[in-house]
């Protein structure tokens, strides 16, 4: 009798504590989406009244108090586009030698923690770097090439290790069993390993692209003009973009009252940009999985 009352008491304990659990964790959830529907609330009621097909796609005028985002938008593109066209190649084989062939060691758990380091130093640091590598060392002056390898190297710890978990995520069977059939380690890599990985590493490779996108202290030492009434010609020009755009905007020009529906829009245009990204993201890891079901 005593033991099955004491089952009984623990049991209901058990469930206290469940019952706990999952509240605190619904609480902290609805608190979360709160917040994001906030900034969503906020952006949308004040940025809204600026979207026209005149905002995106004319040119800034008048100290851009007028005119619209068309050249800060093409200019995003280019450098996130080119820091990723830079990274990825780097991210992907270092991941591959990491998970496949380093065969583990201190100096393996070193290069992890030195990778792990690089994703957390302050973003203004790297800019930094680039200006002093590549916008003076190199020569390559304030440009979209300066701008885009600074975003490489921004992005690049972030996408070695997402590109490391997909990697270490698909089954170890899989590898025995390509190498049991006779296939080569690289074979058994980029026939089997790969593909199974593929959806995990393209949604890192869009999250980066999307942090990438979203950065200002990288460019703004390396990369981007205030105002422009051209688009660039050639990877060795300047550009606009968008959050650098966005920070003048709100912290340097004359006109802050005029320009404020502009700076939220911009923003807001910032956000849509990153959200079609992700979505990108989640309908192609989707595809790519019932493919590889099928």
């Not at 290069?111 to 302050?122: D, M």
Request: glycine fraction near 8%; charged fraction near 15%.
């Amino acid at each position: 009798m005593n033991n099955m009352l004491i089952e009984d008491r623990k049991g209901k304990h058990r469930k206290a504590k469940q019952v706990t659990a999952v509240a605190i964790l619904g609480f902290l959830s609805s608190v979360s989406f709160l917040v994001l529907g906030a900034i969503l609330y906020f952006l949308i009621r004040n940025g809204a009244s600026a979207f026209s097909w005149e905002f995106l796609t004319e040119f800034p005028r008048r100290m851009m108090t007028e005119g619209g985002i068309f050249p800060a938008i093409i200019g995003s593109i280019y450098l996130t586009a080119g820091a990723v066209l830079v990274a990825l190649p780097f991210a992907l084989g270092a991941a591959i030698w990491l998970t496949e062939y380093s065969g583990g060691g201190w100096w393996v758990r070193a290069i992890r923690i030195g990778v792990n380091t690089l994703a957390g130093v302050p973003s203004i640091v790297f800019g930094l770097l680039g200006l002093a590598l590549f916008v003076i060392t190199f020569g390559f002056g304030v440009s979209i090439l300066s701008g885009a390898l600074t975003l490489a190297i921004l992005i690049l710890p972030i996408m070695i290790r997402s590109a490391e978990e997909a990697l270490n995520a698909v089954p170890r069977s899989f590898r025995e069993g390509a190498l049991a059939l006779g296939a080569s380690r690289w074979h058994t890599v980029h026939t089997v390993v790969l593909p199974s990985a593929l959806p995990g590493i393209l949604t890192g490779t869009v999250l980066s692209l999307s942090r990438a996108m979203g950065e200002t202290a990288p460019i703004m030492f390396t990369a981007v003009a205030y105002s422009m009434l051209r688009l660039p010609n050639s990877p060795m020009d300047k550009c606009m973009a968008l959050p650098y755009h966005i920070f003048v905007m709100a912290t340097e020009s004359p006109s802050y009252g005029e320009t404020r529906n502009l700076q939220f829009g911009a923003a807001l245009m910032l956000l849509a940009l990153v959200l079609v990204l992700n979505l990108f993201a989640i309908v192609w890891r989707t595809i790519s999985r019932r493919r590889k079901a099928w």
